[in-house]
């Protein structure tokens, strides 16, 4: 493949991800949603969140893979998800344990 017709396949699915993923933001920009769907909209991100968090836990070796520091950063974040309710502050805490952990073993 020449360079040029690199370039053009790059081109062309840049394009086409950037008017998938603004579609529905772009068609439905001046209508509002209907309550319900905007209530489901909420739970989006802490699904998203709970899906990678799974993945990383079970992964493809099956739950024996996890280390310490991982575990105890997944416990450390659900404590703060029951406590606080804020994906922000899981997401801090969760992290901050999992890269202090890191550094101490």
Do not use: C
């Amino acid at each position: 493949m020449s360079l040029s017709a690199a370039l053009l396949v790059l081109a062309v699915a840049t394009l086409g991800t950037y008017f998938a993923r603004s579609s529905l933001i772009l068609l439905l920009a001046d209508r509002t949603l209907p309550v319900g769907v905007e209530r489901a909209l909420t739970n989006v991100g802490p699904a998203v969140l709970a899906a990678l968090t799974i993945n990383l836990a079970v992964g493809s070796d099956g739950l024996g893979s996890i280390e310490l520091a991982e575990g105890a950063s997944i416990l450390v974040a659900s404590v703060v998800t029951v406590w606080k309710r804020s994906l922000i502050w899981t997401f801090v805490a969760g992290m901050a344990t999992l890269w202090i952990l890191s550094a101490l073993t």
